[in-house]
């Protein structure tokens, strides 16, 4: 995979580390979505602290739907970007 671009719509990602609870993670936003800002995120405890892996991450919503196909886009994405 390469870019930020899914189904020729801009998606932006912003990756971080919340050290308050040891995860990293990933923010996405869909310009096809309602609302402004981040729309979802993909939260992976970190493997380095010994919190868990990809089996445990969790996905926070900011909006009521969000199609599958762009959900799975974004998990394979935030794989690729973490190489985890």
């Known amino acids: 995979m ?18 308050s609870v040891d995860q990293r993670v990933f923010e996405f936003t869909d310009p096809a979505l309602p609302g402004r800002g981040s729309h979802f995120a993909i939260a992976v405890p970190d493997p380095d602290e010994g919190n868990g892996s990809w089996t445990d991450a969790v996905v926070r919503l900011d909006v009521n ?17 973490s190489r985890l």
């Open 65 to 81: 739907e969000v199609p599958v196909d762009l959900l799975l886009w974004a998990i394979a994405k935030a794989k690729e970007i």
């Open 2 to 19: 390469t870019g930020n671009t899914f189904q020729g719509r801009q998606i932006e990602i912003i990756d971080f580390s919340d050290i």
